[in-house]
């Protein structure tokens, strides 16, 4: 599992991550977001709660969590889940169907960096990777022409997206203390990376000792 406030690079570390280890990358953001532009009736019913950088309710994320987690791909690749648990209900609701994970990464990143990230981020509709106008803007003018803004990267939603996380954080950290890797996101992605790449690939290589011993 990754977790960490708005922006603080959840969504950047997991396209590497699954590129690297294959495994297969659930965020809610990005689900409910599919949801809303298909206009499905889970898709109408989060807008309200997504445009004002509120939480949406549980019943409806862990329905849709729950239900992508038991297709076929995650049972046998492996799962990063991204933004979800995101509050003490989330986080007992997994607890009951026994759904737990080897590693609970948060990164760590301070306010003030954050909203920048916010505001300066852009997303590539067709490929989904993600971009900011000043850190990673794109390589060409085409990328650049089709890039759009989230509607809740403005600074006061992110504000207010923030302050939600922080109410939250604590209750969610502490049914995960066991298995927590705090991590500083305040640096360049490639040198988060590269700690989380030798975290996860000490704990891929425990496992398969794990398995072989018994
Ligand atoms: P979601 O999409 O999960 O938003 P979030 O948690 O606010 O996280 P972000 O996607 O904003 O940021 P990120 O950490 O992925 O950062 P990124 O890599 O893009 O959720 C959206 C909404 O959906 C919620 O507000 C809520 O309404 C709803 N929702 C989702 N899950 C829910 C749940 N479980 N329960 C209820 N409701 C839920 O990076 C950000 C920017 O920074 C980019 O421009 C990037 O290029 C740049 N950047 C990244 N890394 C670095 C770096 N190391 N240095 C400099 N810049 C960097």
Redesign the pocket.
Known sequence: MIS?A????????CEMIVQKFGVVHI????L??AEVSAGTEIGNK?KE??NS????P?EI?TAMVTARLSLKDAKEKGWLL??????SA?AESLEKLNIRPDIYIM?DVPDEILID??V???IDPLTGR???VN??PPDNDEIKARLVTRS?DTEDKVKS?LQI?KQNAEAVLSTYSGVLNKID?N???EV?FKELDSLLTRLQIDKDEASISG
Do not use: E, W
């Open positions: 960490g708005p922006a603080s690079g959840k969504g950047t570390q965020s809610t953001g990005d409910l977001r989060a709660y997504m950088g509120r939480l949406v549980d994320v991204d933004g979800y648990p995101r509050s989330q990164l990230r916010c300066g981020r852009r993600i971009y900011h850190n990673f809740d997206r996380y996101g640096r360049p992605k988060i």
